[in-house]
């Protein structure tokens, strides 16, 4: 009995040791983070948290028909298309997926964009493509307190002249199933209204 007892114990205190000795390998093997890497650390998580921007973008998501009005030029009738659109929240409500889909001048329109606020540089960004072009749009902009007006800027090379071409939009919620989106553009020579869309949520 006494050969067993001493024989189980000595099997316990092997098991410990080895534990032990796997835990200071480990320990060893993982790298120590210094305070500044910790602290860089805290900071990057800390900007990963979405927050109250993110959920002013929250009440986009869904599906949407919107009345498109267009104007290509200052003191012209507009032309009147429809359109449709489906958001998404995507990587956590970090960001919005926007799908859109309609017809301009006769002709089959898809457009696609990303959207989020950025907590490290504090504002809005979004980016857009579209079948009617090859050039990648890049936003930014700011909102109101509440969250019911946004305003989002950029900026591209007008192709006829190689002159800059300054675009605005502006997001306006009516109520909870309706909003403005309305876009004004620059040639250098004065802002005109260039789109509006009426959208309602489906």
């Known amino acids: 009995m006494r050969v067993h007892r001493f024989a189980a114990v000595a099997l316990v205190v092997l098991l410990s040791l080895a534990s032990a000795s796997d835990a200071v390998a480990q320990e060893a093997s993982e790298p120590q983070m210094s305070p500044e890497m910790q602290a860089e650390m805290e900071t990057w998580?800390?900007?990963?948290?979405?927050g109250e921007h993110h959920r002013h973008l929250t009440p986009f998501v869904g599906k949407?028909?919107?009345?498109?009005r267009s104007w290509m030029a200052?003191?012209?009738e507009p032309m009147i298309e429809e359109g449709t659109a489906e958001v998404s929240s995507i990587m956590g409500g970090r960001f919005l997926e926007w799908k859109?889909?309609?017809n301009f001048g006769g002709m089959p329109f898809e457009g696609f964009s990303i959207e989020g606020y950025n907590n490290g540089d504090e504002r809005y960004e979004s980016m857009w493509i579209d079948n009617f072009g090859t050039l990648i749009l890049y936003y930014t902009g700011a909102c109101s307190d509440d969250g019911a007006r946004r305003k989002m800027e950029t900026t591209f090379t007008d192709p006829m002249?190689?002159?800059t071409i300054f675009y605005r939009s502006e997001y306006s919620w009516t109520d909870a199933d309706h909003y403005t989106f309305t876009a004004f553009m620059d040639?250098?020579?004065g802002e005109f209204k260039n789109?509006?869309?009426r959208w309602a949520r489906q």
């Open 45 to 50: 998580m800390k900007l990963a948290q979405p």
């Open 64 to 68: 949407w028909k919107g009345e498109v």
């Open 74 to 76: 200052p003191d012209t």
């Open 100 to 102: 859109l889909q309609g």
């Open 161 to 163: 002249t190689g002159g």
């Open 187 to 189: 040639k250098g020579v």
């Open 195 to 197: 789109m509006e869309i």
